[in-house]
Protein backbone atom coordinates (compact mmCIF):
# COMPACT_ATOMS: atom_id res chain seq x y z
CA UNK A 1 0.00 0.00 0.00
CA UNK A 2 2.81 2.43 0.46
CA UNK A 3 4.80 1.88 -1.95
CA UNK A 4 3.18 -0.03 -4.85
CA UNK A 5 1.36 1.76 -7.69
CA UNK A 6 -1.91 -0.36 -7.97
CA UNK A 7 -3.50 -2.70 -5.59
CA UNK A 8 -4.11 -5.28 -8.38
CA UNK A 9 -0.90 -6.15 -10.38
CA UNK A 10 2.52 -6.73 -8.81
CA UNK A 11 5.14 -4.90 -9.62
CA UNK A 12 8.26 -5.25 -11.21
CA UNK A 13 7.12 -7.44 -14.78
CA UNK A 14 7.16 -6.25 -17.87
CA UNK A 15 5.04 -8.31 -20.03
CA UNK A 16 2.45 -11.02 -18.31
CA UNK A 17 1.67 -8.98 -14.91
CA UNK A 18 1.24 -11.62 -12.16
CA UNK A 19 -3.02 -10.20 -10.97
CA UNK A 20 -2.73 -9.93 -6.70
CA UNK A 21 -4.55 -12.92 -4.78
CA UNK A 22 -6.94 -12.06 -2.11
CA UNK A 23 -8.17 -14.51 -0.81
CA UNK A 24 -7.25 -18.61 -1.25
CA UNK A 25 -7.58 -22.56 -0.29
CA UNK A 26 -5.62 -23.83 2.55
CA UNK A 27 -3.75 -25.82 -0.31
CA UNK A 28 -3.03 -22.12 -2.11
CA UNK A 29 -5.16 -22.04 -4.63
CA UNK A 30 -6.52 -18.34 -5.82
CA UNK A 31 -9.98 -18.21 -5.15
CA UNK A 32 -10.58 -14.66 -5.41
CA UNK A 33 -8.00 -11.65 -6.82
CA UNK A 34 -7.97 -8.32 -5.61
CA UNK A 35 -9.50 -7.07 -8.87
CA UNK A 36 -12.40 -9.24 -8.89
CA UNK A 37 -13.10 -8.44 -5.43
CA UNK A 38 -12.68 -4.38 -5.80
CA UNK A 39 -14.56 -4.51 -8.62
CA UNK A 40 -17.61 -6.56 -6.92
CA UNK A 41 -17.81 -4.56 -4.71
CA UNK A 42 -18.15 -1.61 -6.87
CA UNK A 43 -21.14 -2.98 -8.60
CA UNK A 44 -22.71 -3.85 -4.93
CA UNK A 45 -22.74 0.21 -3.82
CA UNK A 46 -21.37 3.27 -4.82
CA UNK A 47 -19.45 5.49 -2.67
CA UNK A 48 -17.88 2.59 -0.68
CA UNK A 49 -21.17 1.64 0.42
CA UNK A 50 -21.15 -2.06 -0.60
CA UNK A 51 -21.17 -3.82 2.86
CA UNK A 52 -17.82 -5.41 2.18
CA UNK A 53 -14.32 -6.22 3.64
CA UNK A 54 -12.74 -3.60 1.33
CA UNK A 55 -14.99 -1.00 1.90
CA UNK A 56 -15.85 -1.11 5.51
CA UNK A 57 -12.07 -1.17 6.10
CA UNK A 58 -11.64 2.27 4.42
CA UNK A 59 -14.62 3.51 6.40
CA UNK A 60 -13.31 2.62 9.30
CA UNK A 61 -9.59 3.96 9.09
CA UNK A 62 -9.98 6.23 6.20
CA UNK A 63 -10.14 9.47 5.43
CA UNK A 64 -13.71 11.14 4.30
CA UNK A 65 -13.45 12.40 0.73
CA UNK A 66 -14.83 15.74 -0.76
CA UNK A 67 -17.90 13.93 -1.41
CA UNK A 68 -19.01 13.12 1.78
CA UNK A 69 -18.03 9.40 1.38
CA UNK A 70 -15.03 7.38 2.26
CA UNK A 71 -11.95 8.17 0.29
CA UNK A 72 -10.89 5.07 -1.73
CA UNK A 73 -7.52 3.65 -0.75
CA UNK A 74 -7.48 2.32 -4.70
CA UNK A 75 -9.89 3.07 -7.34
CA UNK A 76 -12.05 0.38 -7.98
CA UNK A 77 -11.78 -0.09 -11.49
CA UNK A 78 -8.09 -0.01 -12.55
CA UNK A 79 -6.04 -0.66 -8.62
CA UNK A 80 -4.91 2.87 -8.93
CA UNK A 81 -3.78 3.37 -5.44
CA UNK A 82 -4.10 6.91 -3.29
CA UNK A 83 -1.19 7.01 -1.30
CA UNK A 84 -2.06 9.76 0.51
CA UNK A 85 -5.53 7.51 1.83
CA UNK A 86 -3.01 4.52 2.45
CA UNK A 87 -0.83 6.70 4.81
CA UNK A 88 -3.95 8.54 6.28
CA UNK A 89 -4.75 4.54 7.77
CA UNK A 90 -1.61 3.84 8.49
CA UNK A 91 -0.71 6.91 10.62
CA UNK A 92 -4.52 6.94 12.10
CA UNK A 93 -4.02 3.28 13.76
CA UNK A 94 -4.89 0.61 10.70
CA UNK A 95 -1.66 -0.45 10.90
CA UNK A 96 -1.13 -2.39 14.30
CA UNK A 97 2.29 -3.31 13.41
CA UNK A 98 3.28 0.64 13.25
CA UNK A 99 1.58 1.72 15.60
CA UNK A 100 2.84 -0.69 18.22
CA UNK A 101 6.72 0.53 16.59
CA UNK A 102 5.59 4.25 16.94
CA UNK A 103 3.95 4.00 20.48
CA UNK A 104 6.01 0.72 22.51
CA UNK A 105 7.70 2.67 24.78
CA UNK A 106 4.33 4.07 26.14
CA UNK A 107 2.04 1.27 25.73
CA UNK A 108 4.94 -2.18 26.49
CA UNK A 109 4.66 -1.94 29.83
CA UNK A 110 1.06 -2.03 29.41
CA UNK A 111 1.11 -5.06 27.33
CA UNK A 112 3.90 -7.63 28.50
CA UNK A 113 2.33 -11.04 28.57
CA UNK A 114 -1.10 -9.87 27.08
CA UNK A 115 -0.33 -10.26 23.26
CA UNK A 116 -0.97 -14.21 21.99
CA UNK A 117 -1.08 -14.20 18.64
CA UNK A 118 -2.97 -17.37 16.78
CA UNK A 119 -3.03 -17.43 12.90
CA UNK A 120 -2.99 -20.16 10.47
CA UNK A 121 0.10 -20.72 8.58
CA UNK A 122 -2.11 -20.93 5.10
CA UNK A 123 -4.33 -17.53 6.04
CA UNK A 124 -7.16 -17.38 3.55
CA UNK A 125 -6.43 -13.70 3.26
CA UNK A 126 -2.68 -13.80 3.27
CA UNK A 127 -2.62 -12.33 6.60
CA UNK A 128 0.00 -14.51 7.93
CA UNK A 129 2.14 -12.29 6.28
CA UNK A 130 1.44 -9.18 8.45
CA UNK A 131 1.40 -11.29 11.74
CA UNK A 132 5.06 -12.55 10.49
CA UNK A 133 5.94 -8.60 10.94
CA UNK A 134 4.44 -7.88 13.81
CA UNK A 135 5.78 -10.84 15.28
CA UNK A 136 9.35 -9.81 14.22
CA UNK A 137 8.78 -6.47 15.64
CA UNK A 138 8.00 -8.04 19.02
CA UNK A 139 10.47 -10.32 19.57
CA UNK A 140 12.86 -7.62 19.18
CA UNK A 141 10.83 -4.78 21.28
CA UNK A 142 13.01 -4.12 24.29
CA UNK A 143 12.30 -1.67 27.44
CA UNK A 144 10.11 -4.02 27.96
CA UNK A 145 10.53 -7.38 26.16
CA UNK A 146 6.62 -8.55 25.19
CA UNK A 147 6.58 -11.93 26.83
CA UNK A 148 3.62 -13.09 24.64
CA UNK A 149 3.47 -15.52 22.12
CA UNK A 150 2.95 -16.57 18.53
CA UNK A 151 1.40 -20.12 17.36
CA UNK A 152 1.29 -20.66 13.67
CA UNK A 153 -1.53 -23.85 12.65
CA UNK A 154 0.76 -26.22 10.35
CA UNK A 155 0.35 -27.05 7.87
CA UNK A 156 -2.10 -25.55 6.00
CA UNK A 157 -4.33 -23.61 8.32
CA UNK A 158 -6.59 -20.98 7.14
CA UNK A 159 -8.31 -17.57 8.76
CA UNK A 160 -9.58 -18.17 11.76
CA UNK A 161 -7.50 -21.49 12.92
CA UNK A 162 -6.62 -21.63 16.89
CA UNK A 163 -5.58 -24.17 18.35
CA UNK A 164 -8.19 -25.39 20.81
CA UNK A 165 -12.12 -25.63 20.67
CA UNK A 166 -13.97 -21.95 20.95
CA UNK A 167 -15.53 -23.12 24.61
CA UNK A 168 -11.69 -23.43 25.81
CA UNK A 169 -10.48 -19.99 24.14
CA UNK A 170 -13.27 -18.58 25.74
CA UNK A 171 -12.50 -19.97 29.20
CA UNK A 172 -8.85 -19.37 28.84
CA UNK A 173 -9.60 -15.43 27.70
CA UNK A 174 -11.92 -15.49 30.94
CA UNK A 175 -9.47 -16.60 33.02
CA UNK A 176 -7.15 -13.93 31.99
CA UNK A 177 -9.01 -11.34 32.46
CA UNK A 178 -9.93 -12.06 35.69
CA UNK A 179 -6.61 -12.32 36.88
CA UNK A 180 -5.73 -9.36 35.84
CA UNK A 181 -8.83 -7.73 37.05
CA UNK A 182 -8.11 -4.03 38.45
CA UNK A 183 -7.23 -4.38 42.28
CA UNK A 184 -10.67 -3.90 43.89
CA UNK A 185 -12.79 -5.51 41.24
CA UNK A 186 -15.28 -7.61 42.66
CA UNK A 187 -14.75 -10.67 40.13
CA UNK A 188 -17.15 -13.25 41.20
CA UNK A 189 -19.91 -11.70 39.60
CA UNK A 190 -18.22 -11.94 36.41
CA UNK A 191 -19.16 -15.68 36.68
CA UNK A 192 -22.97 -17.14 35.29
CA UNK A 193 -22.22 -20.77 35.73
Same mark, same amino acid.
Given at each position: ?????????????????? $??? +????????????? #???????? $???????????? /????????????????????????? #????? $???????? /?????????????? +???? +?????????????????????????????????????????????? #??????????? /??????????????????????????
Amino acid at each position: MYHDDNAFYEPGYEYEVP $VRP +LKRSPEGQVLVTM #KEDSQLEA $VLGSHGRSGSQL /DIWQAAYGPVGDDGYPKPIWDKMTG #KIDHD $VALYMRDH /DYDLTYYLQKNWPK +LGSH +LVGKIHVYCGDMDSYYLNLAVYMLEDFLKDAKNPAYEGSFEYGRPM #KPHGWHPMPYQ /DLIRMMADHITKHAPEGERTSSWNYN
